[in-house]
């Protein structure tokens, strides 16, 4: 899926902060599932569905910055341990930049997200087997490796 020009620059922007203020990055990515549905979520800096996630902050852990995430992207809060599935190289962002994904099936939706925001437009759960025709090349691969039990690919 090709970026429009604006696209591109606000996620030339999103990126260069994240290097500038990690180094090497370090991502996590949740695949919450409850009920055949996925919750994902669509950034106003690129287009399509994407799982939920972001950078992993200074200091502060994998497991801290996917709670952290999955509250400030959907309002959910996970009331149980998130599950790890893998690590991924993520080298159209950037070659030193990895994503943790992890798989969470028990979450509560305890606030609304006020949508849309200067990073998310618009959050929404999708049944399985009706995934939105944008999705993300990416979360659509992530999302075929936990359902249907492929090995997890080395790059994202």
């Known amino acids: 899926m090709a970026l429009k020009p604006h696209h591109r620059f606000r996620q ?3 990126l260069a902060y994240g ?3 990690r180094g090497m ?3 996590v990515r949740a695949v919450l599932l409850k009920d055949d549905a ?4 669509k950034h106003s800096y690129v287009p399509g569905w994407y799982l939920p996630g972001g950078g992993v902050d200074v200091g502060e852990s994998v497991i801290d910055a996917v709670h ?11 009331t149980a341990p998130p599950t790890l599935f893998s690590i991924y190289r993520n080298a159209h962002a950037d070659p030193r930049d990895h994503v943790a994904l992890f798989v969470c099936r028990d979450f509560e939706q305890i606030g609304s997200r006020r949508l849309p925001n200067h990073e998310i437009i618009a959050c929404r759960a999708f049944p399985l ?3 939105p025709a944008d999705v993300s090349a990416g979360t659509e691969a992530r999302l075929r490796e936990v359902l249907d039990g492929i090995a ?3 790059d994202w």
């Open 152 to 154: 997890p690919a080395a």
């Open 129 to 131: 087997d009706r995934l």
């Open 25 to 27: 990055t370090l991502g």
């Open 38 to 41: 996925v919750i994902l979520v």
């Open 19 to 21: 290097r500038l203020a």
């Open 68 to 78: 952290r995430e999955v509250r400030e992207e959907t309002g959910a809060t996970l």
């Open 12 to 14: 030339r922007i999103f």
